[in-house]
């Protein structure tokens, strides 16, 4: 069974500051992975999804990258904002035939605090 | 506005008093999803769907059932509900079949069963 562990679970920063959240999964046998930002009492919105083809995904100050041997994905936020502050979720999917294209496992999410 | 909604948002109801969470994409999408979110859980998948009367279980799907009669619409039902399916659940939709695409999520229902 799939399971996606994010680290760390929390994270404060002063503004301006680059960082990495790191999203690990025990099943190589991935279709993709995808990035979303959680706001509190809101629902998900998607920043990057990357094919298990492909090495990494940029959106603005944003960066994904996905290691798919050796289970592992980070998520790069240049120059961080106060608007950053959002809890980040890492998701994968299968890639094991069938209908299990239709699942999807998430990690429990990085809690990002940007500080003015 | 391409969107995703979810009625109700809040729901407060006793064990055993079935229940329909309803959820709509006004984006033409054929794949459609409910999650469950948990503190220390995370997001679960419960049920998801390929397309009309094309259904499939997630991760946790017990107690749980799910229609998909029309494209747009993907009822979440509870038919005997628990206190232990109190929760936040989402719906989310995805162009393609299987939902390989970017994923767009609904605002979220928060239920409780008392």
């Known amino acids: 069974k799939q399971e996606v562990t994010q680290i760390p679970a929390a994270l404060s920063v002063p503004e301006g500051e680059n960082l990495v959240l790191n999203c690990s999964f025990t099943?190589?046998?991935?279709?993709?992975l995808q990035w979303f930002r959680q706001d509190p009492g809101k629902g998900l919105t998607s920043l990057l999804l990357?094919?298990?083809?492909?090495r990494e995904q940029t959106s603005g100050r944003l960066n994904a990258s996905l290691d798919k041997s050796s289970g592992r994905s980070t998520l790069y936020i240049a120059a961080s904002q106060p608007g950053d502050s959002a809890t980040y979720l890492c998701?994968?999917?299968?890639?094991?035939?069938?209908?299990?294209?239709?699942?999807?496992?998430f990690g429990q999410g990085t809690i990002l605090t940007v500080h003015p | 506005e391409a969107q995703v909604t979810q009625n109700p948002r809040y729901l407060i109801t006793v064990t055993g008093k079935k229940l329909t969470v309803t959820c709509s994409q006004n984006?033409?999408?054929?794949?459609m999803s409910w999650y469950r979110q948990d503190p220390g859980l995370g997001l679960r998948q419960i049920y998801y769907?390929?397309?009309?009367?094309?259904?499939d279980k997630g991760d946790v799907p017990e107690g749980y059932k799910v229609s998909r009669k029309e494209k747009r619409n993907f009822p979440l039902i509870l038919e005997s509900p628990s206190p232990n399916q109190t929760s936040l659940y989402f719906c989310?939709?995805?162009?393609?079949?299987?939902?390989?695409?970017?994923?767009?999520f609904g605002p979220g229902t928060r239920l409780t069963v008392l």
């Open positions: 989310a939709s995805s162009r393609g079949q299987w939902g390989t695409d970017t994923q767009y």
């Open positions: 099943d190589s046998a991935i279709y993709n």
């Open positions: 990357i094919q298990s083809s492909q």
């Open positions: 998701a994968v999917r299968p890639n094991a035939g069938g209908t299990s294209y239709g699942k999807l496992t």
């Open positions: 984006m033409n999408h054929e794949y």
């Open positions: 769907s390929m397309n009309v009367e094309v259904t």
